[in-house]
């Protein structure tokens, strides 16, 4: 299961417990000659959402935006999808795969097609929440899950 604790660094104003946010890459390319590469970005993976578990006391500045970073704990985060209800064993570990879903405007289109997570992806199903309903009839449900390595 992906929930080791990864040391990074993230903006002072979003160093708290609990925040999440999408990690999408390096951004400037002067971060790579930056002493703080590894700890900064180097360690995680473009594309996965992040949850802080932990703050630390020290900061660092950042030369490319200049600003102040916290050293934190983070961990990829549990999340919230919509899966077939047929696949919905607490406990079990899916392969996921998006729902084919062209309806942005439907209340569920974020569960059904969430950020962080590629089809494909292997998943242990942590908590069932129960039957979502879906304007074209599927039978699915909402459920968290953690990404497994």
Not at 54 to 71: Q, S, T
């Amino acid at each position: 299961m992906i929930q080791g604790k990864i040391i990074t660094l993230i903006s002072v104003e979003n160093a708290r417990k609990g925040y999440k946010f999408l990690f999408e890459g390096q951004v400037y390319e002067q971060c790579k000659l930056c002493p703080l590469y590894n700890v900064c970005i180097g360690n995680l993976k473009k594309g996965r959402v992040y949850e802080v578990i932990n703050v630390r006391k020290k900061k660092h500045k950042c030369k490319a935006l200049n600003i102040d970073l916290a050293v934190v704990e983070v961990r990829e985060a549990p999340l919230e999808v919509a899966i077939r209800t047929s696949y919905a064993i607490e406990g079990a570990i899916i392969t996921f795969h998006p729902i084919n879903c062209s309806k942005l405007s439907c209340i569920n289109y974020e569960l059904c097609s969430p950020v962080g997570l590629k089809s494909g992806d292997k998943c242990k199903i942590v908590k069932i929440y129960g039957k979502i309903n879906c304007p074209r009839n599927l039978s699915l449900s909402k459920v968290l899950i953690n990404r497994c390595s």
